[in-house]
C-alpha cells in the first residue's frame, strides 16, 4: 500500500540523518505539540512534591469511587503501605460502565486485527454487555471475591472481557503470557491456588495454528494443580480439542447462559491481579497489585504520559501477558475511556510493515513500543516504514529497556517524522505504573535517558555502598516514597517481598533492582538489572529459572546462565552446561535441552548459545564465578584468575567460546 504521503528515505538518507542528530542532546517538545497539549506547567513536580498524598487523591477522585476514603495514605504498617483506606471502588465500574452511562457505549474501545487482516470494532458497550455477563458465568462456576482465576489467552478481545469479569467480581486473576509454556502456566496456577483457568483452544501465530488446550490438558491434571476445578476455553481458531466432562465448559456458551451482574463494589485494598515476574532465584515472584491505588496509577500515568485527548487513537504493542498490557492495553485506556488499536498478531506477520499499516489505516496516534521491537525494525529496513502514511501520529513511547541513542533517533526520525517526542518510560512489573520519564509537552527529552521522576513520585540514585543519595553519579535506583500502584506485597510471601525490596535501605526506601546515573539536570539514565534477572527483548527472566530448567534435563551435572549484550535484543541468553559423565556433548543433547528449557518455561527462554564444558570456573569455596563468564561470552579480558581453584577452566572455555 502506497499511499500520498510516503516518504523519501533510504538507507542512505536516514544514516546521513542519524549522524547529524548523535550530535545534538536534548530534544525539546516541538512548539506544535507543546501549543495542544495538556500538561505544560513548569510547576507541576514541585506542586505534587509540596503534597504528594494531597495530589494523588486528586487524580484518584477523578475515579467513581462507591464510597471515600478515610485516608489517603496509611504508612502505620510499612512496608505494607496501604492507600485510600475505606474507600470503595469497582475497576470495571470505571473502565466500562462510567463510559456507558455518559453515553459513550458507541465508542470504539479496541480497533481489533487478527493476523490474516479480519478486523472487530469493540465498543464500550460491546466490552460492557459481555464483561458483565462472563462476570455472572464465573460466579455460577463458583468464583467469589478473592479467589484466583488464571488467565493464559492469545491477543484476542475476549482476554479483556475475562480480566474485567474478575475485577467485576472482585476475583483476582492471574495472567501468564501466551509465550510461557502450559508447563509455566501450571506452576503459576499452582502456587496461586487458581480455582478457574480460562485459555483458549488455539492460538495463531505467523499463520500457523498451535493448539493451547491440549498441553493444558497435559499440564494441569488434578495432580499438578488440585485447586483447579474449571477450565473455560474460548473457541478461537475453531480446531478440535478434549473437553473433560465436569470440568472444562466453553467461554461463549457459559457467556450465553449467564445473566449480566452489577460491579461489586470493592475495598480500595482489595487484591486485583498477580502478576508473575522472575526475580534473583529459580521461583517466580507473585506480584500482587490491589484495586484503588493501582487504578489511580494505571490511569493517571496513562493520562499524562500519552498527553491524552478525546480523538487519539492509541496502539500498544505489548502483549496482555506482561505489565505493559495491564496498565496500558486495558487498565488505563480503558479507565481514561479511549479508543486502541489491538493487534493479535507478530510485528513481521504478515509482513515487516504492519504495524505502519494499522497506524495508517486506524489514524493511530500515540505508539507505545519496546527498544529491541525498533531495532528489530531499523534491521528490516526503512523500505518498510517509508510507504506508509505516518502523518496521523502525535506521540512515540518505549518502555521495557535501556534504549539506545541511535534506535532512539531512528524512532523520532524514520516513524515520527521529527515531529512526535518519544517518552522513555521506566517502570517495573512492581511499580504497577511509568515513574520516570518526560513529560512530553514540557520536558526535553535526552536519548537514551528516561528522564525525570513524573508528579507525584520521587527517584534516588544511591551509593552502593553508603547508601548515600548521589547528586550527579552512579549508584542504586532507589524510590524514597510509596506511591499508590506500588505493589502490596508478594503473594503468600510477605518475608520475601520485605527482603526482596525493603531491607537494603529500610521499610521507606524501595529498592528498584536497576543500576543508574543521574546527571546535573536531575535526569536518570538506567543502567540495567543488579540482581541475576536478564532482560531479553524487554522479557523479564531469571538465570535460576533458566539454569534449573537445563539442569531438568537428566544428562545435565551443572549449568550456569549469563546475560550477555545482545544488538538486537538487548540482553542474551548464553548458557554454560557440564554433561553427566558419559554423556558426550552433541547436537541432539543441546535439542534436548533447548526442548525441555521450552517446554519449562517457553520458547522465550532459550539460550542464543549454549557451551559445553568440562568444568565450570570455581573459586576454591565452589562458587561459580559468573562474572568470568559474562567476560568470555562478551569477549573481553579476563584480568585477576588467581582466585579459581584451577585457572586452566577458563582457558579452556575461551578456547571452545571461539570455535563458535
Ligand atoms: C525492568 C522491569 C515496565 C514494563 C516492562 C518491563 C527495565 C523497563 C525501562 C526503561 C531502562 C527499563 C528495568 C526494570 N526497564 N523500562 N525505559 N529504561 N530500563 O517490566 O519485566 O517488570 O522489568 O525493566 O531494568 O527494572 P519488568
Excluded at 471515600?68 to 485510600?84: G, K, M, T
Excluded at 455460577?140 to 478473592?146: D, H, Q
Aim: aromatic fraction near 8%; charge should be negative; charged fraction near 25%.
Amino acid at each position: 500500500m502506497t499511499t500520498k504521503n510516503a516518504r523519501e528515505l533510504t538507507e542512505a538518507s536516514v544514516e546521513a540523518r542519524l549522524a547529524e542528530l548523535l550530535q545534538q542532546e536534548r530534544f525539546a517538545p516541538q512548539e506544535a505539540f507543546a501549543a495542544q497539549a495538556e500538561i505544560t506547567d513548569p510547576e507541576i513536580r514541585a506542586r505534587a512534591a509540596a503534597d504528594p498524598t494531597a495530589y494523588w487523591a486528586e487524580q484518584a477522585g477523578r475515579l467513581r469511587w462507591s464510597r471515600a476514603w478515610d485516608q489517603v495514605l496509611d504508612s502505620s504498617e510499612a512496608p505494607f503501605y496501604r492507600w485510600f483506606s475505606g474507600g470503595t471502588i469497582n475497576v470495571s465500574d470505571n473502565c466500562l460502565d462510567r463510559h456507558v452511562e455518559a453515553g459513550r457505549g458507541d465508542k470504539v474501545a479496541y480497533h481489533w486485527h487478527g493476523e490474516e487482516g479480519e478486523t472487530r470494532d469493540i465498543t464500550y458497550a460491546w466490552l460492557l454487555e459481555r464483561t458483565a455477563r462472563f462476570a455472572g458465568a464465573l460466579r455460577e462456576l463458583g468464583v467469589g471475591k478473592g479467589d484466583v482465576v488464571g488467565i493464559y489467552l492469545p491477543m484476542i478481545p475476549e482476554v479483556v472481557v475475562a480480566m474485567l469479569a474478575c475485577t467485576r467480581i472482585g476475583a483476582v486473576h492471574n495472567v501468564v503470557f501466551g509465550g510461557f509454556s502450559a508447563g509455566s502456566v501450571a506452576e503459576r496456577m499452582e502456587v496461586s491456588g487458581a480455582k478457574v483457568l480460562v485459555t483458549a483452544d488455539g492460538a495463531r501465530r505467523k499463520g500457523r495454528t498451535a493448539p493451547i488446550k491440549p498441553s493444558v490438558d497435559e499440564h494441569m491434571g488434578p495432580e499438578a494443580v488440585p485447586s483447579l476445578q474449571r477450565v473455560v476455553v474460548v473457541r478461537n481458531t475453531g480446531i478440535d480439542v478434549p473437553m473433560t466432562d465436569g470440568r472444562d465448559v466453553w467461554f461463549d456458551e457459559v457467556l450465553e447462559a449467564a445473566d449480566a451482574v452489577d460491579p461489586e463494589p470493592m475495598d480500595a485494598e482489595a487484591p486485583l491481579f498477580i502478576l508473575y515476574s522472575s526475580g534473583s532465584t529459580a521461583k517466580p515472584k507473585g506480584i500482587l497489585h490491589t484495586t484503588g491505588g493501582y487504578l489511580t496509577g494505571a490511569s493517571t500515568t496513562h493520562r499524562q504520559v500519552f498527553d491524552l485527548h478525546d480523538d487519539d487513537v492509541y496502539f500498544c504493542s505489548a502483549d496482555v501477558g506482561w505489565i505493559t498490557g495491564h496498565s496500558y492495553i486495558v487498565y488505563g485506556p480503558l479507565a481514561n475511556g479511549v479508543t486502541s488499536v489491538m493487534y493479535e498478531g507478530a510485528p513481521d506477520y504478515p509482513h515487516k510493515g504492519i504495524w505502519w499499516e494499522l497506524c495508517e489505516r486506524r489514524g493511530v496516534t500515540k505508539f507505545y513500543t519496546a527498544p529491541t521491537a525498533i531495532r528489530a525494525c531499523m534491521k528490516w529496513g526503512v523500505e518498510h516504514v517509508a510507504p506508509h502514511d505516518l502523518s496521523s501520529l502525535k506521540l512515540l513511547g518505549s518502555v521495557g529497556e535501556p534504549i539506545n541513542p541511535k534506535a532512539w533517533l531512528w524512532y523520532w526520525h524514520v516513524v515520527g517524522g521529527e515531529r512526535c517526542p518519544v517518552v522513555d518510560t521506566w517502570w517495573q512489573t512492581e511499580t504497577g505504573a511509568i515513574v520516570i520519564t518526560t513529560l512530553p509537552g514540557l520536558d526535553a527529552a535526552k536519548p537514551g535517558s528516561a528522564g525525570l521522576p513524573l508528579p507525584g513520585y520521587e527517584v534516588q540514585v544511591l551509593d552502593a555502598e553508603q547508601g548515600g543519595v548521589v547528586e550527579e553519579g552512579e549508584g542504586l535506583l532507589a524510590i524514597p516514597r510509596p506511591w499508590p500502584s506500588m505493589l502490596r506485597t508478594l503473594y503468600q510471601d510477605p518475608d520475601r517481598y520485605v527482603s526482596t525490596y525493603w531491607d537494603r535501605f529500610g521499610p521507606t526506601t524501595y529498592f528498584v533492582g536497576d543500576s543508574a546515573r543521574r546527571d546535573a539536570d536531575g535526569y536518570t539514565w538506567v543502567i540495567g538489572r543488579v540482581d541475576d534477572v536478564i532482560n531479553v527483548s524487554g522479557h523479564r527472566l531469571s538465570t535460576a529459572e533458566v539454569e534449573s530448567a537445563i539442569v531438568a534435563h537428566p544428562a545435565v551435572a551443572e549449568s550456569a546462565v549469563v546475560a550477555k549484550a545482545d544488538d538486537l535484543t538487548g540482553q542474551a541468553i548464553v548458557a554454560y552446561v557440564t554433561l553427566q559423565g558419559g554423556t558426550d556433548a552433541s547436537a541432539d543433547v543441546e535439542a534436548e535441552i533447548n526442548a525441555t528449557i521450552a517446554d519449562r518455561i517457553g520458547k522465550l527462554a532459550r539460550p542464543k548459545r549454549i557451551v559445553f564444558t568440562q568444568d565450570l570456573p570455581k573459586t576454591r569455596s565452589g562458587k561459580i564465578m559468573r562474572r568470568l563468564l559474562r567476560d568470555i561470552a562478551e569477549e573481553r579480558d579476563l584480568g585477576d584468575t588467581t582466585t579459581l581453584a584451577d585457572p586452566s577452566v577458563v582457558d579452556q572455555l575461551q578456547q571452545r567460546w571461539q570455535q563458535g
